[in-house]
């Protein structure tokens, strides 16, 4: 059975740091390109940051770039987004998201609130 379970997720102050992680299980973790994307409320859903499966290479929302960092563990199956000098702008629910060709998966997602 598949999964990707999100953590890391609460109440930051801006300008703050916060860890997210998603743990795989069920399919070949190394063989998937990894992205975290985000949902605002009210808003679509966006692709936030991308690292490809032997972590060559990684590529990031303008938004978001030279503040997160995504990384993966291929060891331990899971992936992480750093995320520094937040801002209320980052309120969002995190989705963790698998993709190979034409294959994917999506985690339940995990809230990052920013607020004083």
């Known amino acids: 059975q598949v999964q990707l379970v999100e953590s890391g997720g609460g109440l930051v102050q801006p300008g703050g740091p916060l860890r997210l992680s998603c743990a795989a299980s069920g399919f070949t973790f190394s063989m998937y390109a990894m992205r975290w994307y985000r949902q605002a409320s009210g808003k679509e859903r966006e692709l936030v940051a991308t690292?490809?499966?032997?972590?060559?290479?990684?590529d990031y929302a303008g938004s978001v770039k030279g503040r997160f960092t995504i990384s993966r563990d291929n060891s331990k199956n899971t992936v992480y987004l750093q995320m520094n000098s937040l801002k209320p702008e980052d309120t969002a629910v995190y989705y963790c998201n698998a993709l190979r060709v034409s294959v994917t998966y999506w985690g339940k997602g995990t809230l990052v609130t920013v607020s004083s």
């Open positions: 690292i490809s499966s032997l972590s060559s290479s990684t």
